[in-house]
């Protein structure tokens, strides 16, 4: 597609086969979530989503947004639902005045998902991790990810527990992980626990009493540094373990002559509203047209 629809906090640049998403710093009244900030930038294929939708907002404003496939992405597979709406990473929030080219971009991104993705899970990652070695402070000590193989867990003397002090520092090969578990610090008990591949699963262990596990508590492991850690540490033993084969099924993806109708109805009515070009307006209509 090319193009760019700019919001709030951030800005959609919509490539061929692909969304990225660039966090922009916002204003003193729409301070933007410290998440988004360390995520920076993140690019999408069309094949991690699997549907987008236009909502009303708060305050004046409209809400699209990017249904990741599940299993498509690790930070939000890390997040497991506890995102509050706000540092979503897949909503752009527009000034409601924008609404009509909020649609015209719904239905040209609609477009170019595959029908049959809806639904199934991704079968690997296809969405990239946060890069590079991380660490943050938790309330009973520091973890640390060296961004390729290997995670430390270093205890703190004034708050881990006997148990943790007993077992020493931690040291864990991504390769002996099957899994990271995430609890929001913004909850009660929040906490990261690694899962081992092999040996006993310790998870009916309390984390304050588990060598696997950090926890937070009140301003430790902040979201904007632990759920991007627990992202990185999940694509990581993702790739440490074999791949999954593919699942068959994706062929050529469909066109439907009613829907390409309805989006050059839309793109009429961006054009006659002044919000596209006539150059721009013959360059998309040509486009379209292309697709019957």
Not at 66 to 85: F, H, S, T
Request: proline residues 8%; charged residues 30%; aromatic residues 8%.
């Amino acid at each position: 597609m090319g193009d760019v629809l700019a919001g709030i906090h951030a800005t959609w640049e919509f490539e061929s086969d692909a969304v990225v998403i660039r966090f922009e710093r916002g204003n003193l009244t729409n301070r933007m979530p410290k998440l988004f900030q360390a995520l920076r930038e993140r690019r999408v294929p069309h094949e991690a989503l699997e549907a987008v939708t236009l909502a009303p907002g708060k305050r004046g404003t409209v809400v699209l947004r990017a249904v990741p496939r599940a299993g498509a992405d690790p930070l939000m597979e890390a997040a497991a639902g506890q995102l509050k709406d706000e540092c979503d990473p897949y909503r752009l929030v527009l000034p409601a005045d924008r609404e009509t080219l909020a649609e015209y971009y719904r239905d040209e991104l609609r477009s170019v998902l595959s029908p049959y993705d809806a639904g199934r899970p991704a079968d690997g990652f296809l969405v990239e991790a946060p890069e590079g070695p991380q660490s943050f402070k938790a309330y009973d000590g520091k973890a640390a990810f060296d961004g390729r193989s290997e995670v430390t867990f270093r205890w703190s003397w004034s708050g881990a527990s006997s148990e943790k002090w007993k077992a020493g520092d931690q040291t864990f090969r991504v390769g002996e992980l099957s899994g990271v578990e995430w609890r929001s610090p913004e909850v009660l008990d929040g906490y990261l626990r690694l899962v081992p591949r092999e040996g006993p699963d310790e998870r009916a262990v309390q984390p304050d009493h588990d060598p696997a596990s950090v926890v937070f508590g009140l301003g430790y492991g902040p979201v904007h540094e632990s759920l991007p850690f627990a992202a990185a540490v999940l694509a990581a033993i993702r790739r440490a373990s074999p791949r999954v084969p593919a699942l068959p099924g994706a062929g050529a993806r469909p066109r439907d002559p009613a829907g390409v109708a309805e989006r050059i109805r839309h793109l009429g009515e961006l054009h006659r509203a002044g919000l596209v070009t006539d150059e721009e307006f013959s360059v998309k209509k040509a486009e379209l047209l292309a697709e019957l």
